[in-house]
């Protein structure tokens, strides 16, 4: 089967009957490539190796991946391979979920080391996280569409946002004198992937990536 790595590219009554965060058990983890196959990419995390099963639905977040899905669409032409865009000893960060026992990645995306906390993304390690699609968003809520659920998460103040050029926009606001709250940065039907934690049944987004915003 070819293989095809997808960039993926609302109303308040759904945000009212959106899910806890722990309906959808996505995570994350960051760290060195010791191996790569046709299907299967292995991290080390903490010092122990973490295999992850590669799909056709993996999300690749790299650049030039998208512009290798397009070509692949031609017929005669193969998808892109993993081993075209990440290498043994590179760090990636792997958005996964456990199914049958088998750990999925759903997004793979190349960082560097050490980079996080400079970005307002979390630091290396592993935690909770949802990737999906924004259904709304307002100064203190996100609601997005992960696996076909609906997910609420609580914003505050000290939630950050990171994404291609979404620091130049935050800078300008600040030179403006404007605020920024989260309504600056997302929108609805963008592809997001929030990190958050949970107390209860309260989840609070602790950060939000903007893997790619709606097409106008």
Do not use: C
Not at 181 to 209: H, L, Q, W
């Amino acid at each position: 089967m070819k293989r095809v790595w997808m960039l993926a590219v609302a109303a308040s009554v759904a945000a009212l009957a959106a899910a806890p965060a722990s309906a959808v058990q996505n995570k994350w983890v960051r760290g060195p490539v010791t191996s790569i196959t046709a299907d299967t990419i292995t991290v080390t995390v903490k010092g122990a190796e973490t295999t992850f099963k590669v799909e056709p639905a993996t999300v690749l977040t790299a650049r030039g991946a998208g512009t290798a899905s397009r070509a692949a669409e031609t017929p005669g032409k193969l998808g892109p391979k993993i081993a075209d865009f990440v290498k043994v000893g590179q760090h990636v960060e792997v958005q996964y979920k456990e199914v049958g026992g088998a750990k999925v990645a759903t997004e793979i995306r190349p960082i560097a080391a050490g980079d996080e906390a400079a970005s307002g993304e979390p630091a290396a390690g592993g935690g909770n996280s949802a990737l999906g699609t924004v259904v709304s968003v307002t100064a203190d809520t996100l609601v997005i569409k992960s696996d076909g659920k609906d997910l609420k998460f609580t914003v505050t103040p000290k939630t950050r946002v990171s994404g291609t050029g979404l620091g130049t926009k935050a800078r300008d606001l600040a030179s403006a004198g404007k605020p920024s709250p989260i309504t600056e940065f997302i929108g609805a039907n963008d592809r997001v992937v929030v990190y958050f934690s949970e107390e209860k049944t309260t989840a609070t987004a602790s950060s939000v990536r903007v893997v790619q915003k709606a097409l106008k």
